[in-house]
């Protein structure tokens, strides 16, 4: 898998667990792209202590839709096995839900992707590779 994909994954561990994570992908034309340029997209869910992971993957002509979609596996279960806390679903663990979150159902992982990398993200997740 890429080194890339690990590299970028890292969430914010001072994050609140009961909110989750949010597993970003970045866009590019599965050409181009890197995770550095979607940062900006973390700051509001940050803001909710909820953590974010930009993840980054094989951009073509390095890699395939194959090699992508394998780089965000790697990627989810680097973070299941570095923040096991934050990719929790809701029903797993203990909380006491305010009102004022009782329709924001962020616990767990919450998949998130731009452009192609949404593409690869729904790829992965219909390959079953992110369900398990």
């Given at each position: 898998?890429?080194?890339?994909?690990?590299?970028?994954?890292?969430?914010?561990?001072?994050?609140?667990?009961?909110?989750?994570?949010?597993?970003?992908?970045?866009?590019?034309?599965?050409?181009?792209?890197?995770?550095?340029?979607?940062?900006l997209?973390?700051?509001?869910?940050?803001?909710?202590?909820?953590?974010?992971?930009?993840?980054?993957?094989?951009?073509?002509?390095?890699?395939?839709?194959?090699?992508?979609?394998?780089?965000?596996?790697?990627?989810?279960?680097?973070l299941?096995?570095?923040?096991?806390?934050?990719?929790?679903?809701?029903?797993d663990v203990?909380?006491?839900?305010?009102?004022?979150?009782?329709?924001?159902?962020?616990?767990?992982?919450?998949?998130?992707?731009?452009?192609?990398?949404?593409?690869?993200?729904?790829?992965?997740?219909?390959?079953?590779?992110?369900?398990?």
């Amino acid at each position: 898998a890429n080194a890339n994909a690990n590299a970028n994954a890292n969430a914010n561990a001072e994050a609140d667990s009961s909110r989750g994570l949010v597993f970003f992908v970045h866009g590019g034309a599965w050409g181009s792209g890197m995770p550095w340029m979607y940062r900006l997209i973390a700051k509001p869910f940050l803001e909710a202590r909820i953590a974010v992971a930009v993840v980054g993957y094989r951009t073509f002509p390095d890699g395939n839709v194959q090699d992508q979609m394998d780089d965000l596996e790697a990627a989810a279960k680097m973070l299941h096995t570095k923040f096991p806390h934050l990719c929790q679903r809701r029903a797993d663990v203990d909380v006491d839900v305010t009102e004022q979150d009782q329709d924001q159902d962020w616990a767990g992982v919450n998949l998130i992707g731009h452009s192609s990398g949404a593409h690869i993200a729904m790829m992965t997740l219909v390959e079953g590779s992110l369900l398990t």
